[in-house]
C-alpha cells in the first residue's frame, strides 16, 4: 500500500496557469498482516551507493552485494576513474560492483557501432576502470531498439575480457516480450551473469499520480521476468524514493494577449507593473495541491513479501541513503555456499 499526504502551498505566479484537477488517492482497506519482528530471506541482496554519498552505506547492512554508482561516461566518451575498491569499501564484507552509465542516446549508439574504434576504446577503458572491484554493472538505459544486436555484441566481448569477474546488467521493467527491443531478456540473461530488473517508474514525473511501483504492477513484471531469465540470474529491483505531482499546468505554457486580458478580468486584477522598459506584468495568488506517493517499512515489506512468495531470490535497492530504515529489519541473507 502506498501512503500518500497532500500540502497545502501558496505560489506566486507572473502568469495565471489554468488548474487541471488530479485523481485524489483514496485510502483502502489495508491491514498490516505482519509483525515488528517479522524478516523474510534472499539469497542476494544488493543495494546501490553513489559517488561522493560513501557515508550512507554502513557494513551492518543485511547486504551481499553493493552496486558502486560512479560518475557517467563523458561526452567525450571517456570512463572518469574511479577510486579504488578499498578507499570506501574496505571493511565491506559485500561484493562491490562498479556501475557504468552512459546518459545519451546518440553516444550511447555511437559506443555499440562495431565499426567505430570507440567500442573497443570504451570496453579497454571499463576493464580497466574496475580492476580493483568484484564486478562491473552496465546500467545504460538509452540503447535504441536498433542498437539491440550490437548492445548483446558488446556485452560479449566485455564478458569475456572480465573474466571471472560479475557482468551484471541494470535493464527497464517488463510484462511482455516487445517485437524489437534493446532489452530483450531472454538475450541478455544468455550474456550477463545478473539481471537486474528495475521494477519501478510505474508513474513517473509527467504521468498522472500514482505509485511508484505498485505491488501488483511489480508481480505482473517478476512473472514474466521468471519466465525469460534463469532464477539464480534474476534480480528485482526495488526504489526507496517517492515522488510529488502538483495539480497545476503551468510548466512554460505561453498565452496570447487575450488571454491574458480574460485572466486579469477574471482574477480582477486592478493594477499591473511595469519594468523601467514599459513591460507589464501581475501577480495572481494561486493554492495549489501537491499529490506524494511514497515507500515506507510497510509498503516495502508488502513488496518484499510478494516477491518471497512468487520464488524470487535476489533483490536490489535504489538507493542506500533514501530508504524508511526501519525496513532493513524485516531482510535477512539466506546462507549458501557462496555467501556462507
Not at 563523458?74 to 574511479?82: L, Q, R
Not at 577503458?125 to 535504441?144: N, P
Request: aromatic content about 14%; hydrophobic content about 35%.
Amino acid at each position: 500500500m502506498k501512503i500518500f499526504f497532500k500540502l497545502n502551498i501558496f505560489f506566486f505566479l507572473f502568469l495565471l496557469f489554468s488548474c487541471s484537477s488530479v485523481p485524489k488517492a483514496k485510502n483502502g482497506d489495508f491491514k498490516k498482516d505482519f509483525s515488528e519482528d517479522e524478516t523474510v530471506e534472499f539469497e542476494e541482496l544488493w543495494g546501490y551507493v553513489f559517488y561522493k554519498r560513501e557515508d550512507s552505506y554502513t557494513p551492518d547492512l543485511p547486504l551481499t552485494d553493493i552496486g558502486y554508482f560512479t560518475e557517467a561516461i563523458s561526452a567525450f566518451s571517456e570512463v572518469p576513474a574511479p577510486p579504488p575498491k578499498e578507499k570506501y569499501f574496505s571493511d565491506c564484507p559485500a561484493k562491490v560492483h562498479l556501475v557504468t552509465s552512459c546518459d545519451s542516446r546518440s553516444q550511447t549508439h555511437l559506443l555499440l557501432l562495431p565499426e567505430l574504434p570507440l567500442r573497443n576504446k570504451i570496453i579497454d577503458d571499463l576493464i580497466e576502470a574496475s580492476k580493483t572491484y568484484d564486478g562491473l554493472q552496465v546500467d545504460w538505459e538509452l540503447v535504441s531498439p536498433e542498437d539491440d544486436e550490437n548492445f548483446i555484441e558488446f556485452l560479449k566481448i566485455l564478458k569475456s575480457k572480465l573474466g571471472e569477474k560479475t557482468l551484471s546488467i541494470a535493464i527497464p521493467a517488463r510484462i511482455r516480450t516487445l517485437s524489437k527491443d534493446a532489452y530483450n531478456y531472454e538475450k541478455l540473461a544468455k550474456v550477463a551473469d545478473k539481471i537486474i530488473i528495475m521494477a519501478y517508474d510505474e508513474h513517473w514525473a509527467t504521468s498522472k499520480p500514482g505509485p511508484i511501483a505498485s505491488t501488483d504492477w511489480c508481480k505482473k513484471i517478476s512473472d514474466y521476468a521468471k519466465s525469460q531469465i534463469p532464477p539464480e540470474k534474476l534480480v528485482m529491483g526495488l526504489s526507496f524514493y517517492g515522488r510529488a505531482w502538483r495539480d497545476d499546468t503551468l510548466g512554460g505554457k505561453a498565452y496570447i494577449y487575450p488571454t491574458l486580458q480574460k485572466i486579469m478580468e477574471e482574477n480582477k486584477v486592478k493594477n499591473h507593473r511595469r519594468d523601467e522598459y514599459g513591460v507589464p506584468s501581475f501577480t495572481i495568488t494561486k493554492k495549489l495541491n501537491i499529490t506524494v506517493f511514497y515507500d515506507d517499512e510497510t509498503s516495502l515489506f508488502v513488496r518484499t513479501k510478494m516477491y518471497a512468495e512468487n520464488e524470487i531470490k535476489a533483490l536490489s535497492f535504489w538507493r542506500i541513503g533514501q530508504e524508511d530504515e526501519a525496513y532493513w529489519k524485516h531482510l535477512k541473507i539466506k546462507e549458501t555456499e557462496e555467501n556462507k
